[in-house]
């Protein structure tokens, strides 16, 4: 069930969206540039998140501001009909059908397509499901590849093994023996080059420990433009995650 508010805050106004499923048990705000999304609960009464869109107001126009001042490439997911999906630095058209087989996700002609059984209710959680599990077969082909590209462009022994994880703070690391490198599901939104950054930041401790200037020397080498690539994962990165 998908409801359209606004809520009169002194001078602005503020449009949001109500999103209510019975598999939720708590409310979460969701917040881009041009879009604000509540998903509450079945049963949780409309006054109550309207309550909850006054107090948190000043916060809602607070981080919209910044979206707009950052003007991040990378559009959130909404996870809704005629929205967006980003993969590998674009946002892509989202369209949702029925099916008599089983719920899928594909990507296809630029666009996703996303089939779901007419016995089964269209939720932003299920093609959520989808579109991260899709992510994560998607990953594992790219990841592996720039890691081993980078691994012998480097002259090292690449890792034993590449983890691929839904991380919420970090973009990769290497475990402490150096035998896996571990590398954020959600960089598959990013285009390639940042892709390429991050893997070749992991793989280049395993010849420098410390960041230091021997460090960014051999980044460098391969990358010139590491600082830009950095600064669009400031940009971008709340969107990515």
Known sequence: MTLKRKLEYGN??????IIKTRRRKTSEIIVNKDVV???A?????EREIR?????KANWILKKQKEYSEMNPEIVKPIFGENSTLPYLGKNYPLKIFRTETRDT????DGQFIVYI?????????????????????AARRIFVNKVKSYSEKLGIEKPERVSIKKLKNRWGSLGKKGDVVNLNVNLMKASE???DYVVLHEL???KVKEHSHHYWGLLHKFIPDYQERIQWLITNGTNLL
């Open 117 to 137: 059984q007419p016995s089964k209710s269209v939720t932003t959680e299920h093609v959520e499901e989808l579109y991260e599990h899709w992510l994560m077969k």
């Open 41 to 45: 609960p079945f049963d949780k009464p």
């Open 105 to 108: 996700i594909n990507f296809t």
């Open 51 to 55: 309550n909850l869109i006054q107090d």
């Open 12 to 17: 602005t106004t503020i449009n949001y969206s």
């Open 204 to 206: 280049c401790h395993l």
């Open 193 to 195: 080059n940042i892709i």
């Open 37 to 39: 999304e509540i998903r």
